[in-house]
Nanobody, 130 residues
């Protein structure tokens, strides 16, 4: 069992920045895939960014086209924290941001599919005003 807790959501103006955090506890494994998803009002859950790691030598990231160049996913492996640095925020980024995790390594073209993940946090709200 893995518990995920997100934090860092807030209300900002367009062009602003936020950093989200997702802290994992419980039965995490050395090799894992974890990701940020978002769900805006009236929209389906959308994969934003994912990070696959073996905890030692390899880390791979992948991003949705809508956030490439603006968002950066990273981790503090020792502390079991996943981050999402969001710059150049736009009103269309407004959503509840949720962290998901699974054991093992996902290939990049699967990593933004929500059905690949076993555990989820409850989310943190990001609101971007124009």
């Amino acid at each position: 069992q893995v518990k995920l807790v997100e934090s860092g959501g807030n209300s900002v103006e367009a062009g602003g920045s936020l950093r989200l955090s997702c802290t994992a506890s419980g039965s995490t494994t050395r090799t894992r895939s974890w990701a940020w998803f978002r769900q805006g009002p009236g929209k389906q859950r959308e994969g934003v960014a994912a990070l696959m790691t073996n905890g030692a030598t390899s880390t791979i990231t992948t991003y949705a086209d809508s956030v490439k160049g603006r968002f950066t996913i990273s981790q503090d492996y020792a502390k079991n924290i996943l981050y999402l640095e969001m710059d150049g925020l736009k009103p269309e980024d407004t959503a509840t941001y949720v962290c998901g995790i699974r054991n093992g390594w996902l290939i990049s073209n699967e990593a933004l599919e929500s059905n690949r993940y076993n555990y989820w946090g409850e989310g943190t709200q990001v609101t971007v005003s124009s």
